[in-house]
């Protein structure tokens, strides 16, 4: 499944890792464009998961159009091609009014799903996803993560144990076909001169983004993120095993088992958070499509939007 090439030339993307102000900044660049945002977050897509996943507040989303937002509930899941087919029709609608499609966000897979279209592999085998599931219900997501590594060591390199969906689609695909998921997913980029130009992610200093992160983790509790997951963990339908996964949930709901206390679990938020922030930089580093706009912290988001919009206008793309 891939993009047509001639709505991916009028998109624009703005990919960076968490904390780094890219919200706010592709508000003021979608005001610049005349562009409406699609969401490239693969947890921002969860009704009532809100506090935890950081999305654009009702005034930022009352100004500029988002999309890709609170479509589906805690307990649904949604593929990465499920992504890519609905940020197609998205941006195709948002092409026909006579505006810009801005992609905004920090999932390295969904961007790169969108860029060079996605491998969706054999329909899943419920025996497979059973068999690995108790697995980790008995050993724990790590003897999962093993199995990964035995069979598909560059995937396993990939996706951390926790992302126990994707490591589990990871060895259900081997079992299924004898080609590891990693060999599979080798989509190549686009020749150059054929790429869409206008792919951008942020780059802060790291002492910088770390302090952003614990600042930003404080206010997700002081605002209730505490109440937000225990009012997700007590609906009648089960959270997924994604949305259960994602970070500042899956360590609330620890919390809330009794696992460990508020302040250690604050503390492991914010650490965790700091390594994905980490392997998200690294991500869209090594995404060739990606140019890089370093950024020091004192600008203002108009300001990030003005830079971009002239590199943007330019002939002379940011150098890698």
Not at 7 to 33: D, H, Q, V
Not at 51 to 71: C, F, M, N, Q, S
Not at 173 to 195: A, D, I, M, Y
Not at 268 to 275: A, E, G, S, V
Request: net charge neutral; with cysteine; charged share 25%.
């Amino acid at each position: 499944m891939r993009f047509d090439n001639e709505i991916l030339n009028c998109c624009w993307f703005l990919a960076g890792p968490t904390c780094c102000g890219k919200s706010a900044a592709g508000c003021e660049l979608a005001r610049l464009l005349d562009a409406e945002i699609i969401s490239l977050d693969s947890m921002s897509l969860y009704r009532g998961m809100d506090i935890g996943t950081a999305k654009p507040d009702a005034a930022e989303r009352a100004r500029v159009p988002h999309h890709l937002i609170d479509v589906i509930e805690p307990h649904e899941e949604f593929s990465l091609a499920e992504y890519v087919e609905a940020a197609s029709v998205g941006a195709r609608e948002i092409v026909s009014r006579g505006r810009v499609p801005l992609f905004v966000g920090g999932t390295g897979l969904y961007l790169r799903g969108v860029l060079r279209g996605v491998f969706q592999g054999p329909p899943a085998d419920a025996g497979i996803r059973g068999r690995y599931t108790r697995l980790a219900e008995r050993e724990g997501d790590a003897a999962v993560h093993a199995r990964l590594r035995e069979v598909d060591p560059l995937l396993a390199d990939r996706l951390h144990p926790r992302d126990l969906r994707r490591v589990i689609r990871g060895i259900e695909v081997f079992e299924l076909t004898g080609t590891p998921l990693s060999v599979q997913q080798l989509q190549k980029p686009l020749p150059e001169n054929e790429r869409p130009r206008h792919v951008f992610w942020l780059s802060p200093p790291r002492d910088w983004l770390y302090e952003r992160i614990n600042r930003r983790v404080d206010d997700m509790f002081r605002s209730g993120l505490t109440a937000e997951v225990e009012g997700l963990v007590a609906r009648d339908q089960p959270m997924s095993q994604t949305a259960r996964q994602a970070l500042g949930y899956k360590e609330v709901i620890d919390h809330l088992e009794g696992l460990r206390t508020l302040p250690a679990t604050i503390e492991l938020i914010q650490t965790r958070t700091r390594q994905f922030a980490k392997r998200q930089h690294t991500w869209f580093r090594n995404l060739a499509e990606c140019a890089p706009l370093m950024i020091s912290g004192n600008e203002t988001s108009k300001n990030v939007a003005e830079r971009l919009m002239q590199v943007g206008q330019s002939d002379h793309p940011l150098a890698h």
